[in-house]
Protein backbone atom coordinates (compact mmCIF):
# COMPACT_ATOMS: atom_id res chain seq x y z
CA UNK A 1 0.00 0.00 0.00
CA UNK A 2 1.40 3.19 -1.11
CA UNK A 3 0.35 7.12 -0.71
CA UNK A 4 2.04 9.72 -2.32
CA UNK A 5 0.86 13.50 -1.76
CA UNK A 6 1.54 16.25 -4.07
CA UNK A 7 0.74 19.84 -4.73
CA UNK A 8 1.87 21.84 -1.68
CA UNK A 9 3.28 25.26 -2.10
CA UNK A 10 3.42 28.87 -1.22
CA UNK A 11 0.04 30.38 -1.49
CA UNK A 12 -0.74 34.17 -0.26
CA UNK A 13 -4.50 34.25 2.34
CA UNK A 14 -7.38 33.89 0.31
CA UNK A 15 -5.82 31.63 -2.12
CA UNK A 16 -6.80 28.05 -3.26
CA UNK A 17 -4.33 24.77 -3.98
CA UNK A 18 -5.52 21.53 -4.55
CA UNK A 19 -3.45 18.82 -3.18
CA UNK A 20 -3.32 15.13 -5.14
CA UNK A 21 -3.02 11.63 -3.26
CA UNK A 22 -2.04 9.04 -5.87
CA UNK A 23 -2.98 5.26 -4.33
CA UNK A 24 -1.53 2.26 -5.26
CA UNK A 25 -2.06 -1.54 -3.81
CA UNK A 26 -5.81 -0.82 -2.92
CA UNK A 27 -8.78 0.17 -5.13
CA UNK A 28 -10.57 3.21 -4.35
CA UNK A 29 -13.98 2.51 -4.36
CA UNK A 30 -13.42 0.55 -1.09
CA UNK A 31 -11.55 2.33 2.15
CA UNK A 32 -11.92 5.17 3.52
CA UNK A 33 -9.63 8.20 2.74
CA UNK A 34 -8.64 11.40 4.27
CA UNK A 35 -6.43 14.18 4.43
CA UNK A 36 -4.67 15.06 7.82
CA UNK A 37 -2.43 18.32 8.77
CA UNK A 38 0.19 19.13 11.38
CA UNK A 39 0.80 22.14 12.13
CA UNK A 40 4.12 23.23 14.43
CA UNK A 41 3.95 22.65 17.77
CA UNK A 42 0.59 21.04 17.20
CA UNK A 43 -1.10 17.75 17.04
CA UNK A 44 -1.76 15.99 13.58
CA UNK A 45 -5.92 16.52 12.63
CA UNK A 46 -8.22 14.83 10.27
CA UNK A 47 -9.35 17.40 7.96
CA UNK A 48 -11.38 15.97 5.37
CA UNK A 49 -12.32 12.54 4.66
CA UNK A 50 -14.60 10.46 2.51
CA UNK A 51 -15.82 7.03 2.71
CA UNK A 52 -15.49 5.63 -0.74
CA UNK A 53 -18.09 3.01 -0.41
CA UNK A 54 -21.27 5.59 0.37
CA UNK A 55 -19.24 8.64 -0.73
CA UNK A 56 -20.29 10.36 2.63
CA UNK A 57 -17.59 13.22 3.48
CA UNK A 58 -16.77 14.54 6.91
CA UNK A 59 -15.21 18.08 7.93
CA UNK A 60 -14.36 19.99 10.86
CA UNK A 61 -15.56 23.41 11.23
CA UNK A 62 -12.77 25.04 11.18
CA UNK A 63 -12.39 23.95 7.25
CA UNK A 64 -16.12 23.20 6.35
CA UNK A 65 -17.43 25.20 3.06
CA UNK A 66 -13.44 25.89 2.13
CA UNK A 67 -12.27 22.09 1.74
CA UNK A 68 -13.58 19.66 -0.17
CA UNK A 69 -12.48 16.43 -0.61
CA UNK A 70 -12.64 14.50 -3.90
CA UNK A 71 -11.63 11.24 -5.67
CA UNK A 72 -11.07 9.70 -9.52
CA UNK A 73 -11.12 5.68 -8.62
CA UNK A 74 -9.88 5.82 -12.25
CA UNK A 75 -6.89 7.79 -12.03
CA UNK A 76 -6.63 5.84 -8.49
CA UNK A 77 -6.22 9.82 -6.77
CA UNK A 78 -8.15 11.22 -3.78
CA UNK A 79 -7.91 15.09 -4.30
CA UNK A 80 -8.23 18.09 -1.85
CA UNK A 81 -9.94 21.63 -2.82
CA UNK A 82 -8.48 23.73 -0.69
CA UNK A 83 -9.85 27.62 -1.15
CA UNK A 84 -9.96 30.72 0.91
CA UNK A 85 -7.09 29.74 2.94
CA UNK A 86 -5.56 31.16 5.87
CA UNK A 87 -2.65 31.42 7.87
CA UNK A 88 -3.64 29.12 9.91
CA UNK A 89 -4.25 26.51 7.39
CA UNK A 90 -0.17 26.21 6.93
CA UNK A 91 0.85 22.96 8.19
CA UNK A 92 2.36 19.62 6.60
CA UNK A 93 -0.17 17.81 5.24
CA UNK A 94 -0.91 14.04 5.22
CA UNK A 95 -3.18 11.68 2.72
CA UNK A 96 -4.18 8.73 4.77
CA UNK A 97 -6.56 5.56 4.15
CA UNK A 98 -8.30 2.78 6.65
CA UNK A 99 -7.98 -0.05 4.77
CA UNK A 100 -11.05 -1.86 6.53
CA UNK A 101 -14.60 -0.55 7.41
CA UNK A 102 -14.36 3.20 8.39
CA UNK A 103 -16.82 5.91 8.12
CA UNK A 104 -15.72 9.14 7.19
CA UNK A 105 -16.02 10.56 10.59
CA UNK A 106 -13.94 7.92 12.25
CA UNK A 107 -11.63 8.30 9.86
CA UNK A 108 -10.72 11.79 10.73
CA UNK A 109 -10.98 11.24 14.61
CA UNK A 110 -9.44 8.12 15.00
CA UNK A 111 -6.56 7.82 12.76
CA UNK A 112 -5.69 5.85 9.60
CA UNK A 113 -4.39 2.29 9.22
CA UNK A 114 -1.67 3.39 6.39
CA UNK A 115 -0.40 7.07 5.93
CA UNK A 116 1.58 8.80 2.80
CA UNK A 117 4.34 10.83 3.39
CA UNK A 118 3.46 15.01 3.98
CA UNK A 119 3.39 17.72 1.79
CA UNK A 120 4.18 21.31 2.96
CA UNK A 121 1.47 24.10 2.29
CA UNK A 122 1.82 27.74 3.62
CA UNK A 123 -0.05 30.48 3.52
CA UNK A 124 1.28 33.60 3.89
CA UNK A 125 -0.42 36.78 5.50
Known amino acids: VQLQASGGGLVQAGGSLRLSCTVSGFRLDFPAVGWFRQAPGKEREGISCLSTWNDITWYPDSVQGRFTISRDASKNTVYLQMDNLRPEDTAIYYC???????????????????WGQGTQVTVSS
Open 96 to 114: AAHLGHSSSHALCTNGPTD
